[in-house]
């Protein structure tokens, strides 16, 4: 059986939150760079997730991400989410 198949539950209930997620992900992000909150970002999503992502920014804010980590960290309490972004983007983020 294809994994991608839209009767497999897991895809399609991604497949409907994806959309919603990676515009309103997207317009923030777009909508924070435009207004100079940042010139550069790091970021930090679920692979499928990243992927929706990225295709969803302009050619100019591509250019701000200095990386991307493809990991889910939805689940880290907080002492921990600060630990494995440190160890993933350092202590002073992405040059």
């Known amino acids: 059986m294809d994994p991608r198949r839209a009767d497999d539950p897991s895809q399609?209930?991604?497949g409907q939150i994806v959309?919603?997620?990676e515009i309103a992900i997207g317009d923030t992000l777009?909508?924070?760079y435009t207004a100079q909150e940042f010139d550069r970002i790091v970021v930090v999503a679920e692979p499928r997730m990243l992927g929706a992502i990225?295709?969803?920014l302009t050619p100019t804010l591509r250019r701000a991400v200095v990386k991307?980590?493809?990991k889910d960290l939805?689940?880290?309490p907080p002492q921990d989410l600060y630990r494995a972004l440190e160890a993933d983007v350092g202590r002073h983020g992405a040059a």
């Open 74 to 76: 939805t689940k880290l």
């Open 54 to 56: 990225r295709l969803r």
């Open 12 to 14: 399609s209930r991604f």
């Open 68 to 70: 991307e980590i493809a």
């Open 30 to 32: 777009i909508r924070a």
């Open 19 to 21: 959309p919603q997620a």
